[in-house]
């Protein structure tokens, strides 16, 4: 399509847009066409994105946004018996939560057909921490997806070219123009993509905090509503879960350690923080899709395929559908002695010492992210090659009382030694204090529904 065949012009659009009027059904349909064939130049797409961030869209915009994306290119069909679900989260620092929730609402009779991102910045990427596992193929086609749920229950894969081309246009642009944290084009970003996958109940674990996209509740609250909405309008039962992002998710943070600490979970074992978002995330899932009468029987279903090792054996099937060979699969999750046998282990290790005693109040997720990403294990642009072994290992939990010099985090690392500065960031990341000073709280603070949400 092309700007002489419409009534009305690309930077006509651009300029509605940005002088705060509406756009139609058909203005839309013909920008998102634009972006799919390329014939909207990329300084009017950053212009139309820029209008979109400054001005906003209202709900029937973002709506029409995210219905024109998701058919700009291939969509999955199931068969009608299936259950297809799928959770998305908007990144976090020690986010493993993927590797064992697929699994275990495999092992509970659903089929799970997670399409999964790379880390970007601060944040860890599921398809990076996969490919920690040699042999583990996140490039699945069409055909082999539908055949691996059939077989195994579920997959993680990386977006297929043909699966939403115009948000990898967007999502490209919208980098480079400062615009990603736009609700709208966030919300249809995100629900274009799992409405592509025909799912028939989806949750989002929208975080806040420190080291999240959105640092206050209230935005997070806004961003939860705004992709709930839009889930539910695509005819996907959608709901969404509020919850910290301060501290990291468990006790590691990196691709081959956090592979580790997934299978430890796996295994009915690892942090306990960990586990509750896992099963919360699963149980809301089975609730919401009619597979379980109540969120409890939900939560208590996915907990005890953890416990029993039912996940456990799905994840291992998973792995060896995905190129792991028979003996690399087995051995991961059969013995814990054997992870690095397989798995790339970093040259060196530092450990960092406990400065004074007391109880661990935090430990800044961020900081430690930033680190950590400077010493390889995330990439600043799309492409770049990443470290898989550079990880961390918190040695203490929150709220837990040490005594000075005690080891208190372990950091795997290529380069020789740690810089200075390193040092000291990390160390800055560890706030100790009284014991009365810390208060234990749950990750997750709040679920939202359509129309309402609950504490």
Sequence with gaps: MSSEDDTISFPELIKLKRNGGQLSLAEIHTFV???????????????????????????????????????????????????????????????????????????????????????????GGTLDKLESIPGFNVNQSVQQVKQILEDVGCCIV????????????????????????????????????????????????????????????????????????????????????LSRMDAPIGQTVGNAVEVCEALECLKGRGPDDLRELVTNLGGHLLWMCGHSSTLENGKHEIAVKLKNGEALNKFQAMLEAQGVTADVARSLCSDESRYFEYMKRAANQTELKVPKDGAV???????????????????????????????????????????????WIRIHHSSVDLSAQQRSDLQKALVIGRQDQYKAASRIVEFIYPNHHMS
């Design 158 to 241: 990386g977006q297929t070219e043909s699966l939403v081309p115009a948000d990898r246009v967007l999502y490209a642009i919208r980098d480079a123009t400062s615009t990603v944290d736009s609700l709208p084009l966030i919300t249809s970003s995100i629900i274009s993509k799992k409405g592509a996958e025909g799912l028939s109940a989806l949750v989002l674990d929208v975080k806040f905090g420190r080291a999240a996209l959105y640092k206050d509740l209230d935005r997070a609250r806004s961003l939860a509503q705004c992709l709930v909405t839009a889930g539910n309008e695509l005819g996907i039962k959608t709901g969404a879960v």
């Design 33 to 123: 066409q634009g972006v799919t064939t390329g014939a909207i130049q990329k300084s009017q797409i950053g212009a139309m994105l820029m209008a979109i961030w400054q001005k906003g869209m209202t709900d029937e915009e973002t709506l029409a946004l995210t219905r024109e994306m998701m058919n700009s290119g291939d969509t999955f069909k199931w068969p009608n018996e299936w259950l297809v679900l799928d959770k998305h989260s908007t990144g976090g620092v020690g986010d493993k939560v993927s590797l064992p929730l697929a699994p275990a609402l495999a092992a509970c009779g659903c089929k799970v057909p997670m399409i999964s991102g790379r880390g970007l910045a601060h944040t």
């Design 361 to 407: 109040l935090d430990i800044d997720g961020l900081a430690l992210a930033e680190v950590l990403h400077k010493l390889g294990a995330g990439r600043t642009k799309s492409g770049e090659k990443i470290d898989h072994s550079v990880g961390a290992e918190m040695l203490v939990e929150m709220g837990q009382l040490v005594q000075k010099g005690q080891t």
